[in-house]
């Protein structure tokens, strides 16, 4: 039998796998992907307690968590294009000027 | 018990596939890995009955965000990261990544799960339907949220357009 502890503990891995990789990685995609795992953690906590509390509200909130996602994607991604543009790298370590 | 030896192996798959998100040197791996993790949690919505939420997380999640990831990576010519990675700032990582599971299971230990059963059970969703159900619940108590959010894509959309245009 499945219980919802299974879950969160599944959550609580790839969430401390997202965090590790945001950590140690210095290319600016890769650490933007390692956040879209966290955000996915997040998500299968919140239709695991969905699910077992029997309340539909947790599973919008994953459609909002996704829309926010969707629109850090957008805006994250030309924020890097607008940096390569001007120091041929998206490296975190280069990333030491305010100006663009 | 059939059950529980497939929710082993989908969660063994979508741990390894993160570990690789974070392991692999060229990005576009990662990138691969990352949606082998997103058709795993998929798989997970299914088993926690909640249909409409896989299929939206393989279309918004698996496809969309990771297409314009991907298509960014391309663009953006990318060489492999070099191996510079500091031997002291992986281990403090690694620590304070471990402390982090160690919180999460020292709160799962502790608190037992309270509060009222609601009325969503696997009988409703099966006689409804889940993506009623969801529809219902987003158009009548969250509709403010919801309209909320369509001012948040907005401004997302024109926030990138002017980020990325060379001149406006």
Excluded: W
């Excluded at chain 2, 158009?139 to 060379?166: C, M, N, Q, Y």
């Amino acid at each position: 039998m499945i219980t919802l502890h299974h879950y969160l503990i599944l959550s609580g891995i790839l969430f401390s796998i997202g965090a590790l990789g945001v950590l140690i990685r210095r290319n600016a995609i890769v650490i933007f992907m390692c956040v879209e795992l966290m955000l996915n953690a997040v998500n299968l906590t919140f239709i695991a307690f969905s699910r077992y509390l029997g309340n539909i509200d947790g599973q919008i909130f994953v459609f909002f968590v996704m829309t926010v996602a969707a629109a850090e994607a957008a805006v994250g991604l030309a924020l890097m294009i607008a940096f390569y543009k001007n120091r041929e790298s998206i490296d975190v370590e280069d990333m030491n000027i305010m100006k663009l | 018990m059939p059950e529980i030896l497939f929710f082993t192996l989908v969660a063994a798959v979508a741990i390894l596939s993160s570990i690789l998100v974070v392991a692999m040197r060229n990005p576009i791996n990662c990138a691969l890995s990352l949606i082998m993790t997103f058709f795993c949690l998929a798989t997970l919505y299914v088993m926690l009955d909640a249909p409409f939420m896989a299929a939206v997380q393989v279309i918004v999640y698996a496809g969309a965000i990771m297409v314009l990831i991907v298509f960014v990576i391309m663009l953006l010519n990318m060489r492999t990261e070099t191996s510079k990675n500091y031997v002291h700032g992986v281990l403090v990582s690694c620590i304070v990544a471990v402390l982090t599971l160690f919180v999460i299971s020292g709160f799962l230990k502790k608190s037992p799960l309270t509060g009222e059963p609601g009325l969503m059970t696997t009988d409703l969703v099966d006689k409804v339907g889940h993506t009623e159900l969801i529809g219902r619940a987003m158009f009548s108590d969250f509709l403010l949220p919801f309209e909320i959010t369509s001012i948040l894509l907005l401004v997302a959309i024109v926030g990138s357009v002017i980020l990325a245009k060379r001149k406006l």
